[in-house]
């Protein structure tokens, strides 16, 4: 017991110190600015996006309403959090920190930056500076993403095109972009995020004990985060994973399966409990029909 207690405090204790330390973006991050100007539709888009994954911790801005954490999360409203650049709100919900968990790999970039904009509109004296890059904002998909399996290496290597006015189709490069293995229940990040070289390709490395279906066929999700392109998103399949034999839910004996595969001892405790149901039913009647012949026995007798 004394332990447990010992334990709590120290988590107490860091979480107190990490409360008290001043969350400062890198510089880089500090000046970031949105893609796109923020609007009505923004600010919609960006109120669902916050109700679903933020209004568990922070509560609803301007309430007042947050969950009772150490440290407690700030109310997205307040002076604190707005005095904040947009570039360094954007920073740490994909990063995190301490109790603040990451988004990057949950929440889209485009979709941070309609966060942003539903934040915002709690301040009034906000003004939106956007940024100056013309690479179309979030509203122009024209990166092609490609990949390919280098096999002597183990590797997957992808590239970025997007057309150029006035070069023709050119690489993307400095760019960061993610892969992840598709699973039942969510995306297994495929080593660490990459950015393009000059040539728009990037490499990563792949396990090579993931498993793939029964003949080693891998779903791979590719991601692009870029203010200037937005989100772009591509699902492939390459047969480069361990191949195994997933047994489907209806070939071993289960209580969710058809009755042929139904557990041998749910069938006989089933059967059990049914034809004792069916013996209490007879003995019952049984005992009532000779209750009712003794009464008609006694009943003769009265009358003779």
């Not at 003995?283 to 029909?289: A, D, E």
């Amino acid at each position: 017991m004394i332990k447990r207690y010992f334990t709590l405090l120290i988590i107490v204790l860091i979480s107190m110190r990490l409360s008290a330390q001043v969350w400062v973006a890198p510089a880089e991050n500090e000046t970031k600015k949105s893609p796109f100007a923020f609007d009505d539709a923004s600010r919609k888009a960006g109120a669902e996006i916050y109700m679903t994954n933020c209004k568990s911790c922070h509560g609803e801005p301007g309430k007042n309403n947050a969950v009772l954490l150490v440290p407690p999360p700030p109310d997205m409203s307040s002076v604190k959090v707005q005095a904040n650049s947009d570039g360094a709100i954007q920073y740490k919900i994909a990063v995190g920190r301490g109790l603040m968990p990451s988004f990057k790999n949950t929440i889209p970039s485009t979709d941070v930056w309609k966060v942003i904009s539903f934040l915002r509109s709690f301040n009034d004296k906000y003004v939106q500076e956007v940024s100056k890059n013309d690479g179309g904002g979030a509203s122009v998909p024209n990166v092609k993403i490609k990949l390919n399996w280098l096999k002597e290496s183990g590797q997957i290597q992808i590239s970025l095109t997007a057309p150029s006015k006035e070069k023709g189709i050119q690489p993307v490069s400095a760019a960061e972009v993610k892969i992840f293995a598709k699973r039942y229940f969510g995306n297994l990040p495929v080593d660490e995020p990459r950015n393009t070289d000059a040539l728009g390709k990037a490499v990563f490395n792949f396990p090579k004990d993931l498993p793939g279906d029964s003949i080693g066929s891998v779903q791979l999700l590719a991601v692009l985060s870029n203010d200037a392109f937005g989100d772009v998103k591509v699902d492939t399949t390459m047969s480069i994973g361990v191949p195994t034999y997933r047994a489907p839910l209806n070939e071993q004996r289960a209580m969710w399966n058809v009755v042929s595969k139904t557990p041998i001892w749910l069938l006989l405790a089933y059967t059990i409990a049914v034809l004792g149901a069916w013996g209490f039913i007879i003995y019952v009647f049984l005992q009532i029909r000779a209750i009712s012949k003794e009464g008609s026995g006694k009943d003769t007798e009265s009358a003779a």
